[in-house]
């Protein structure tokens, strides 16, 4: 049966409103739940938390829901106590595959991140093992953000081998996502060296996250293309632009930041650290827009 109808969580969030649209350009109609309500991207809009299972299960039957993309978690642990953070993440990824199973929807797209596997919040320098990162990497999160992202992947995984679980179940990775005119100001108004990193204070993150972002429409495209493929089971997948965020060469950044990692074949100019050729092979997604494109 073709999609139609998809209802996306936290559709007011930072990138909600740039899946909506870009979803409803290619022709599904789009229903926002998130906590708030508001939206003015989806065609139907409600006011309903993802952690409560009765108002989720109900709206979801109301819009004759095909998919769901689940977007509508805390975005950052750095203003709600850990505990919140941990629930926000697993409690409401369960709460949606749940319900999916409940409704007999086949197609599910998590939000998930690269904390996954101890990165970004991470107090401590990341475990970094090789480079470019696959999803073959170990995990080893900490905080209550990483480990909540680990947990709900876990959790897509063991719902997946439910007999009654959706067909299609993607945890997309994501990085930090920022708008153009973030990216203008962070990456082409600032120093982008190492050196300039550390005297800025924002080494430590940038390090964790492996340089590493994404453009709001790559990720929307990405959200797309999850949805409409056509695997069986769950499948977890890295997310990122084709380049870093840096000036320095990619090769460079291996050698100074993480001299312990294991490099496999070449680094080439401004490549990735993160390796997206899984979304590529099963996706058929590729990113396209870069920060250098503004310069």
Same mark, same amino acid.
């Given at each position: ?5 998809? +209802?996306?969580?936290? =559709?007011?969030?930072?990138? =909600? ?36 299972? =009765? ?29 919140? +953070? ?22 599910? $797209? ?45 959790? $897509? ?10 067909? !299609? ?35 430590? !993150? #940038? ?15 990405? +959200? ?8 069986? =089971? ?12 840096? !000036? +320095? ?26 390796? !997206? #050729? ?18």
């Amino acid at each position: 049966m073709p999609l139609e109808s998809v +209802v996306v969580t936290g =559709g007011t969030g930072r990138i =909600g409103p740039t899946v909506i649209d870009h979803l409803r350009d290619h022709g599904y109609t789009v229903t926002n739940l998130s906590r708030s309500g508001g939206s003015d991207h989806a065609d139907h809009d409600y006011r309903v938390s993802a952690l409560d299972p =009765g108002d989720l299960t109900a709206t979801l039957a109301a819009v004759d829901a095909d998919a769901i993309v689940h977007l509508g978690t805390i975005s950052t642990p750095t203003h709600d106590p850990g505990h919140r +953070v941990f629930e926000s993440n697993v409690q409401s990824t369960y709460v949606v595959l749940e319900a999916a199973a409940t409704l007999d929807i086949d197609t599910v $797209a998590l939000a998930s991140s690269m904390s996954a596997i101890g990165g970004s919040f991470e107090p401590d320098p990341a475990r970094i093992d090789f480079l470019p990162v696959d999803e073959t990497h170990r995990a080893t999160p900490s905080n209550p953000y990483g480990l909540g992202k680990y947990v709900a992947e876990e959790t $897509a995984a063991g719902f997946a081998r439910r007999a009654d679980a959706p067909s !299609t179940i993607a945890s997309l990775r994501f990085p930090w996502m920022p708008s153009r005119k973030e990216a203008e100001e962070t990456f082409v108004e600032q120093d982008r060296t190492l050196d300039g990193l550390r005297e800025s204070g924002v080494f430590h !993150t #940038a390090r964790n996250t492996l340089f590493a972002y994404l453009g709001r429409d790559d990720a929307a495209r990405l +959200v797309r293309r999850a949805i409409e493929a056509d695997f069986e =089971g769950h499948e977890v997948f890295w997310a990122a632009a084709a380049d870093t965020s840096m !000036t +320095v060469d990619s090769a460079e950044i291996a050698r100074d930041v993480y001299p312990d990692a294991e490099v496999r074949g070449d680094l080439l100019g401004h490549e990735s650290l993160v390796s !997206t #050729a899984k979304a590529a092979r099963l996706l058929g997604w590729k990113p396209e827009w870069s920060w250098r494109d503004e310069i």
